[in-house]
């Protein structure tokens, strides 16, 4: 069924759905760098840490990294359930890389190491992405260097990509998270959206729906980007909110005043 709001504003698909192909993504000139840095690491054998604020962009950049990387050599292996004690998080990577769960922690962990192994013998590249890296558990995240360890720490077979929200630096910097930190030689972070990449977002969002137009008026897109303080995932919301309100009151230009009111009643909802 076809919301009411884009018939009246002419567009043909909800604009800031997440839905998105990954070679369709946006990313902003801001952000290239944090991907040409993923896949620099990458290309080293290397392993990396990516930091950023929630809604920054740190899955969207994933996606692009994914898009990207060329097949033949590399295999992605993507975890977003960080909250899982070390037996169970060894369980998990095991299902997402198609192998037999084992039943002890022991055997979980060598059968892991075993398919890198095997995947090496074979001139792939295994790349772990663990997201939400900052929920890891202690003993996880203590237990992380040893699966980088092969072959008397000779060779690099596995690149961990671990992200999450910067307090994941700060655990990583803890003494006990040493010998992980020292292995991630890659530290990056991704900033949030500049006023000028809110507004290239909002327009190239609105295109691929439709909307050739300029669609928000100029302060409203300064207000949009104040209110959201660089959050995609913030701007996404607030946006479409606005889109509706826009058609509700029957205008064809998102203006400041609506832009207001919609931030309003989501701060009154938030503060619930």
């Not at 826009?246 to 064809?252: D, V």
């Amino acid at each position: 069924m076809t919301a009411p709001y884009l018939a009246a504003l002419g567009l043909r698909e909800p604009p800031f759905s997440k839905e998105i192909p990954d070679a369709e993504l946006w990313l902003p000139a801001s952000k290239q760098p944090v991907v040409d840095g993923l896949l620099d690491a990458l290309d080293e054998r290397a392993s990396v840490v990516l930091v950023g604020e929630p809604g920054v962009g740190k899955t969207c950049v994933l996606r692009a990294l994914r898009h990207r990387i060329p097949a033949a050599g590399f295999r992605l292996t993507y975890c977003h359930n960080a909250t899982l004690g070390r037996r169970d998080f060894y369980r998990q990577l095991c299902v997402a890389l198609g192998l037999s769960p084992a039943a002890t922690a022991g055997s979980l962990f060598y059968a892991v190491s075993r398919h890198v192994e095997e995947r090496a013998e074979e001139r792939i590249h295994p790349v772990f992405l663990l997201d939400e890296a900052h929920l890891l558990h202690q003993d996880t995240l203590e237990h992380l260097h040893i699966l980088l360890n092969y072959h008397w720490d000779s060779r690099a077979l596995l690149s961990l990509v671990l992200v999450g929200l910067p307090e994941l630096r700060d655990r990583l910097a803890l003494r006990r998270n040493r010998s992980l930190h020292s292995r991630l030689h890659h530290r990056l972070e991704i900033a949030p959206l500049t006023p000028d990449d809110t507004a290239e977002y909002l327009r190239l969002r609105l295109r691929r729906a439709g909307c050739d137009r300029e669609l928000f008026a100029s302060d409203a897109t300064a207000l949009l980007h104040e209110a959201t303080a660089g959050s995609m995932r913030d701007l996404d919301r607030l946006a479409a909110a606005a889109l509706r309100e826009t058609a509700r009151r029957k205008r064809k230009l998102v203006e400041r005043d609506t832009v207001a009111r919609v931030i309003e009643e989501d701060t009154r909802e938030r503060d619930r």
